[in-house]
């Protein structure tokens, strides 16, 4: 293995799970956008399991955008594009136009306002009907959040106070200001969700 080429274990665990909601959230055809792509490996996971759609990755770490771009010469895939980097909070980004935005596991391990830059972001280059799929932990209104994530919450942080476990229904109300309405919360192993809006 290039040492460029980094590998998180999470992947291995919730890439089949999530590629199972993304059969019928992503269009049939169509550039996607992952957001926070980190070591690369969902990116490269999705464009095997969706062939018929272009996978654009992206991070805003060079360290990210090199194992990206390791595993993407190593793959040979032809509908996985070149990593760009990209910051969620930023306000000018690097792609003007997607059919679908994929963001996994970066609203808790970001401050807030990366979150508020996504939902710019994503109310800003997807059309009507386009979705946005988050994955990650979440604390839900009415549920009772389990004691992992709690402990997690926890840990986030300890190491960055501006972490941490956040709450979906203050996550939907940024969507909703970026005209992304909540569409469907499914649950997934290890007390995780994933979270999808559509552009109205």
Avoid at 167 to 176: C, I, K, P, Q
């Amino acid at each position: 293995m290039s040492d460029e080429r980094r590998s998180a274990p999470h992947v291995a665990r919730n890439a089949a799970p999530i590629a199972e909601v993304l059969r019928r959230v992503l269009p049939a055809r169509g550039l996607v956008l992952e957001v926070a792509s980190g070591s690369g490996e969902h990116a490269l996971h999705f464009a095997r399991e969706f062939p018929k759609l272009l996978f654009q990755p992206s991070d805003p770490e060079p360290a990210a955008l090199r194992s990206i771009e390791a595993w993407r010469a190593a793959a040979g895939l032809f509908n996985l594009l070149p990593a760009v980097p990209l910051d969620a909070r930023a306000r000018d980004w690097p792609v003007s136009a997607a059919d679908a935005i994929l963001c996994i596991n970066m609203v808790h391990i970001s401050p807030w306002s990366a979150t508020e830059g996504l939902m710019r972001g994503a109310g800003r280059l997807l059309g009507s009907g386009a979705p946005l799929y988050l994955y990650g932990a979440y604390r839900q209104e009415g549920v009772e959040t389990a004691p992992s994530n709690l402990a997690f919450d926890e840990s986030l942080r300890a190491r960055e106070a501006q972490w941490g476990v956040r709450d979906l229904e203050e996550v939907a109300a940024e969507a909703e200001k970026n005209g992304l309405v909540l569409e469907e919360v499914v649950p997934m192993p290890a007390n995780n969700l994933s979270v999808v809006f559509r552009r109205s």
